[in-house]
């Protein structure tokens, strides 16, 4: 091979500067995948801060919400004979189900973002031989998730102990994969978010103080999370059912990173009163519009 | 006795026997987890490396799980050889040659997925990542290339197993290839809950 000299791209140096924290929450991490638009800007953000942490939290939600839906899509490509037909069949088993708007359009979105950036390849390949390579682009995809996300923080924290999180998804036989998230039960305690909750109660009341402050103006999230702190308050193993940890998310999240000053999340709803009510700043390098009261 | 060579991939080789490592499976393949670590080959087995009465080198902090080789056929080996050519003669200061020589490896592995439905689920999978890096970017570094080169020595194998993929393709995460790189192409911003 013959040695690449002057136009060799090079890493960057590594800075002298002082190091700079930021906790990050799943919406930001998303974004970094996204299109150059979306995600230069959340990189371009990132850059200044040399520690990058998230919440195993936020990996247990992007596993939920992006690599259990291209699991979805990875198992359509089995259900269907040509790649021309996935269209087809995601629009009848997902399009008309209004509940399961998100995971159709994660879906949709997902497949034209494959093959807008994939070679254009409609006469040199077979309709069967293209959909084994976009099942190939999944599976790696879904496999890959999680070392992927790890390589994108400095630091994990995992202050609930979170089971579920630390199921990485992982190849079966026949192809399969097991990308599956375990439902857990107050009989059968598998975390420590009880005992996280105990721990920073306070903080957790801090939230819930501020939720209540916003009334009717709190998103639905918010009033959700209010209603769990609500009753973590009286009995903390009320989180350790899956359908209520769910609920704190955010807040999980966020408190989590409580060591951190600075926050950094694209869902403005919910982070403007965590971040306020945990007293930290909250970057959000893609909101359109300034906040109310921000220069 | 029979004694398996394990290249560890970092310059090591080490000497275990089946008789004392019930994970070798008949075949002579196995898997060792842990960086640096690939699968060992029947092509690795030697006999009498060891005097009778040694015990074998073998460190049980290497975890062994027993795989078998995927039976399915490798890809276009005429495909890969000239892949492996074009990988070993790219020249990154040469802006014209580099694209001519990206043009023909993304056409190359365009064609190495004719034969892939015939491969295992594992060469698919090393085809798809190196597929991937190449729609990536337009200008790769030397150790991109260094990279890319052993992608193709992998695909080259008839048998591949898992730790062949894990290893390769955190390689390239390492490397800033992202593996939902296909996912680059989303515009919204409201599809993440």
Redesign the interface.
């Given at each position: 091979m013959k040695t690449a000299t002057s136009s060799v791209t090079k890493k960057s140096p590594i800075s002298r500067a002082p190091i700079k924290k930021v906790h990050i929450d799943t919406s930001i991490q998303i974004e970094r995948f996204k299109a150059p638009d979306r995600s230069q800007v959340a990189e371009h953000a990132l850059a200044g801060f040399r520690f990058k942490s998230t919440s195993s939290y936020a990996k247990l939600e992007f596993k939920r919400a992006w690599l259990q839906r291209l699991l979805y899509l990875y198992v359509a490509c089995e259900k269907v004979q040509r790649d021309d037909d996935l269209w087809g069949y995601i629009d009848s088993h997902l399009g008309a189900n209004n509940l399961l708007k998100n995971k159709y359009k994660t879906a949709v979105q997902a497949l034209q973002s494959y093959l807008h950036r994939s070679i254009k390849d409609k006469e040199s390949l077979t309709p069967q031989e293209r959909l084994i390579r976009i099942q190939a682009s999944l599976r790696r995809g879904i496999l890959g998730g999680y070392v992927l996300w790890n390589s994108m923080i400095t630091y994990e924290f995992n202050g609930t102990k979170c089971f579920r999180a630390s199921e990485e998804p992982k190849r079966l036989d026949g192809g399969k994969i097991d990308a599956v998230i375990s439902k857990c039960k107050r009989s059968q305690i598998k975390c420590a978010v009880h005992e996280f909750f105990e721990e920073n109660k306070d903080y957790f009341l801090y939230i819930k103080q501020a939720i209540e402050l916003l009334g009717e103006d709190a998103s639905g999230e918010l009033k959700d999370c209010k209603e769990a702190i609500a009753r973590s308050e009286k009995d903390p193993t009320f989180l350790c059912e899956s359908k209520n940890c769910i609920k704190l998310r955010d807040a999980l999240i966020a408190v989590d990173g409580i060591k951190i000053d600075c926050f950094m999340a694209n869902n403005d709803k919910e982070w403007v009163t965590l971040s306020k009510a945990l007293g930290k700043s909250l970057l959000n390098p893609l909101r359109k519009k300034p906040l109310e009261g921000e220069n | 006795m029979i004694d398996f060579n394990i290249h560890t991939g970092n310059a090591e080789t080490q000497t275990i026997n089946k008789e004392d490592n019930p994970n070798l499976d008949s075949t002579g393949e196995t898997e060792i987890s842990g960086k640096g670590s690939v699968a060992i080959h029947k092509s690795n087995i030697s006999e009498g490396t060891m005097g009778a009465d040694e015990k074998p080198q073998w460190r049980p902090e290497l975890d062994m799980i027993v795989e078998k080789p995927v039976a399915r056929g490798g890809l276009d080996k005429a495909l890969l050889e000239r892949a492996e050519s074009i990988?070993?003669?790219?020249?990154?200061?040469d802006?014209v040659e580099s694209m001519i020589n990206l043009e023909a490896l993304?056409?190359i592995v365009?064609?190495l997925?004719?034969r892939?439905?015939n491969s295992s689920?594992y060469h698919?999978?090393i085809?798809?990542?190196l597929?991937?890096a190449l729609?990536s970017k337009n200008?790769?570094?030397?150790e991109d290339?260094?990279l890319f080169?052993e992608t193709i020595q992998d695909l080259k194998n008839e048998h591949l197993v898992?730790n062949h993929?894990k290893i390769i393709?955190?390689r390239f995460?390492?490397q800033d290839f992202?593996?939902?790189?296909?996912?680059?192409?989303?515009?919204?911003?409201d599809?993440?809950?």
């Open positions: - | 990988i070993d003669s790219f020249d990154s200061d802006v993304r056409g365009l064609g997925w004719k892939a439905r689920y698919q999978d085809l798809s990542t597929e991937n729609l200008d790769f570094t030397e290339m260094e080169h898992e993929v393709s955190e995460i390492y992202s593996p939902l790189a296909f996912l680059s192409e989303i515009k919204d911003e599809s993440d809950k």
